[in-house]
Structure formats: C-alpha cells, structure tokens
C-alpha cells in the first residue's frame, strides 16, 4: 500500500508542476497534460530498456519524464525487474550547428523505484532492525550530450533528441568512495536514448 501511495504522490507532482509551467509559458497549442515527447532509453540504471513520455518545463530549462524501465531474467540472472523512474535533465547551454541541429551538454539526477518481488521499501519482520537498509528506491546522476534535429518537413513529428549519458547509482557511488576493492571506473554506466517531439 505504501508503494502505492508513493507512486501516486510522484504523479500528482510531476502533473502539477507540469501545470504551472504550461501556465507559465503561455502555451496553448496543446492540453497541459499532453507530454511533448515519447522518450526510449537502453540501459543507465532504469532498466534494460525503458519507455515513457516527458514535458520541457520552464521554457526548455527542464526536460521531466515518467519512464517504465524493465530488466528480463536473462539479464538480472534472477527475476524479472519493474522500474518506475522520474527523470529531470538540464540543458547546461545549447549551440547551434547548422540550420536544423542543437548540441547540448546535459546533467540531471532519476528517482527509481523498483517495483520487483525483491525490494522493499520497509524492512520485512523476518529480518532484525538495521539488518538490511531498504532497497526498493534509488537515486542516479548523469551527465552527458544531447543532438536535436528539428524536422522541418515533417507534419507527424516536430523533431527529436538524440543522446548518449554517462550515470551512476547513489549506493554504487557509496561503494566506490567507502571500499577499497570497488573503483570509481567500475560505478558508472553508459546509456543512450530518443525523445521523439510529436
């Protein structure tokens, strides 16, 4: 039940703010709840490959996404792996390259919660208290660069993002700064990924 409700809370917040900055911006194109991209992303710490939809906020400052991430058993070596991530990038400047192309450096932080049979949020009264932390949330930080190509012609789609990030886990980033037999190299992960502008 706890998940739940935390899982609720997550979406009436990504929905509000997403509603005050529609407000803010004036923009009337379109319903302040229709996303403006569908994203795909392959690896980073929010599943194998994950999907979901996100909204520019704040006049393109911040770019949040609600993503369903999935890890098969033939990966995970165990069971199969559900994730519930919100994703919040910054662009840190844009530079224009030619007519139709942006390149942007970018920097953000992903809110996960795992929604699999061997996580919990609360510790389970089979283990004694302090035992074990809980499991089930995890936070990601990652830098990377992002290509954006307007599509100029096209009536179905705006343009899209291209993107490549380098991240880590906050538990893995612990292990590397606390324990002598983890190094810093074998923390980080890379991903890539599209925003496709409909």
Do not use: C
Not at 41 to 68: D, H, M, P, R, W
Not at 96 to 123: C, Q, R, V
Request: aromatic letters at 16%; charged letters at 15%.
């Amino acid at each position: 039940m706890k998940i739940k409700n935390i899982f609720i809370a997550f979406i009436v917040l990504l929905l509000t703010t997403n509603f005050y900055a529609q407000e803010a911006n004036l923009n009337k194109d379109k319903s302040w709840y229709v996303p403006d991209y569908v994203k795909a992303q392959f690896a980073g710490n929010i599943g194998v490959i994950s999907v979901g939809a996100g909204y520019q906020l704040f006049n393109k400052v911040l770019y949040t996404e609600l993503l369903y991430g999935f890890v098969p058993k033939s990966v995970s070596e165990a069971d199969e792996i559900h994730l519930i991530t919100i994703k919040n990038t910054f662009p840190i400047y844009r530079k224009k390259i030619g007519e139709n192309l942006t390149l942007t450096p970018i920097a953000g932080f992903a809110t996960t919660l795992d929604i699999g049979t061997t996580t919990f949020t609360s510790l389970p009264n089979r283990f004694p208290d302090g035992y074990y932390i809980p499991n089930a949330f995890h936070f990601t930080l990652y830098g990377g660069a992002m290509l954006h190509k307007d599509f100029v012609n096209s009536k179905a789609l705006k343009g899209a993002d291209f993107y490549f990030e380098v991240g880590t886990v906050e538990s893995y980033l612990w292990y590397a700064i606390t324990s002598s037999e983890v190094k810093f190299k074998d923390v980080f992960s890379l991903s890539v990924g599209v925003n496709v502008y409909l």
